[in-house]
């Protein structure tokens, strides 16, 4: 198995961030364009949320695509750089980004808190497994 392989779900998650990134954009200008918003009007960020009801679901979700998913970059980096590359992690690490991209499907759509709860618990559960796994092979395989 090409070590590079295990790329392919860091690509997509980054895929992901940037279709998110135009949504949010999508949906900021078209709100300015709609009410009329200036851009300078948004210069202060809790003016902004004031005046932008239909981005926050979007910038929201862009801004979580920051937080636990930096875990899955460090992990996907620290897998290929230990060559512990593994068609378990690339399936895992597959499976995080699916179940990511669900949650950014319902946070930016319906945004129906348990479902984006539950897909959350269950992806971030994931994340946990890859580590563990990780430091499995690290320290008690070494």
Request: proline letters at 3%.
């Amino acid at each position: 198995m090409k070590n590079e392989l295990i790329f392919i779900p860091l690509l997509a998650q980054v895929l992901l961030t940037a279709i998110i990134w135009m949504v949010m954009y999508r949906t900021r200008i078209g709100e300015m364009r709609r009410k009329r918003i200036r851009p300078q009007a948004l210069a202060n960020t809790d003016t902004a949320r004031g005046l932008l009801a239909d981005v926050s679901g979007p910038a929201h979700n862009f801004s979580n695509l920051f937080e636990i998913p930096v875990l899955f970059y460090v992990a996907t980096i620290s897998i290929y750089v230990t060559e512990f590359v593994s068609l378990i992690f690339i399936t895992l690490l597959g499976l995080f980004v699916v179940l990511r991209g669900i949650h950014s499907i319902i946070h930016i759509t319906t945004n129906r808190v348990i479902q984006r709860f539950y897909v959350y618990l269950v992806s971030t559960s994931v994340l946990w497994l890859i580590w563990v796994l990780f430091a499995w092979h690290l320290f008690i395989e070494a």
